[in-house]
């Protein structure tokens, strides 16, 4: 059962990191729900590994030629330069404030639900009202639309608010059309997260064991395949159908928790 448990919170990792419904109040719930303990938070730490690792995979050929580009080519210099913009308010504001979301906000019910239910209003808000796209092609965004979504990444340390959500809107206000918000998520999703994991790391190094192997490499597999399955399909549905879609799952399950609390029964 500890196997399987670790192969489900494995997929909802994979699943939710790159949706804008917050991955951590799904896994924390997922958790709960299943009664999988994990001492320290090194099965969660090691699993996001594996979603890291995918969408690095699926842009390998972008990221391959900004890498091998920076030496010699302007245009490299400059798409590292809006990635790197974009991250550093998130770098900032982690190392002023995590400590803090994780020992008052991180397994708050009630936080998560209200990140919930305020990230689902503010999304249908800014799809109905945003203003009318002017950058389609990431690397001729200019660098302050870069910065304004780093600036909304920050939002994301709350527990429930989601690290893609915030991005995608804030690159929505930023007049980024949906497809290009998602995708300039997911290369700011590389050097947050990559950040966020060897800060976590080197906390729960002293928990790492051979005993958790099983469970941890199991997770990690499924969530670097379930990661790898759903960002290009959900890059083809927001084209189509937009962001209202996850904004009404937000606001209906941030309800929904409302409800189980009142009940006693979250």
């Known amino acids: 059962m500890h196997l399987l448990n670790a192969a ?7 699943l939710t990191e790159f949706l ?5 109040a799904h896994l924390i719930l997922g958790a709960r729900m299943l009664g999988f303990e994990d001492p320290g938070g090194v099965f969660t730490v090691m ?12 842009y390998r050929a972008k990221v391959l030629a900004v890498v091998l580009g920076l030496p010699t080519q302007p245009e490299a210099r400059r798409f590292a330069a809006l990635v790197l913009i974009g991250f550093l308010p998130a770098l900032v504001a982690g190392a002023l404030f995590s400590d803090y979301v994780k020992q008052v906000l991180y397994y708050s019910p009630g936080v998560i639900a209200a990140a919930f239910i305020a990230g689902g209003i503010v999304m249908l808000l800014v799809e109905r009202l945003r203003p009318s ?6 690397d001729k965004m200019p660098f302050s639309k870069a910065l304004a979504i780093g600036v909304a990444q920050v939002l994301a340390l709350v527990p429930g608010v989601s690290r893609s ?13 949906r497809t290009t918000a998602a995708e300039f998520s997911f290369f700011l999703s590389m050097p947050t997260m990559t950040a966020a994991f060897v800060h976590d790391l080197m906390e729960v190094r002293h928990d790492l064991s051979t005993a958790r192997a099983g469970e941890i490499g199991i997770g990690f597999v499924t969530a670097f395949i379930a990661a790898l399955l759903v960002v290009k399909p959900f890059l083809r549905f927001v084209g189509r159908a937009g962001f209202a879609p996850f904004a009404w799952y937000r606001i209906s399950a941030g309800a929904a928790m409302a409800l189980a609390m009142a009940a006693g029964w979250l």
């Open 133 to 138: 796209p002017t950058v389609s092609d990431l």
């Open 20 to 24: 804008p419904i917050s991955s951590t």
């Open 47 to 58: 699993i996001q590994l594996g979603a890291i690792l995918a969408v690095i995979w699926l």
């Open 165 to 177: 959500g915030a991005t995608i809107v804030g690159g929505l206000l930023s007049g980024l059309e």
């Open 8 to 14: 489900l919170l494995g997929v909802v990792q994979g």
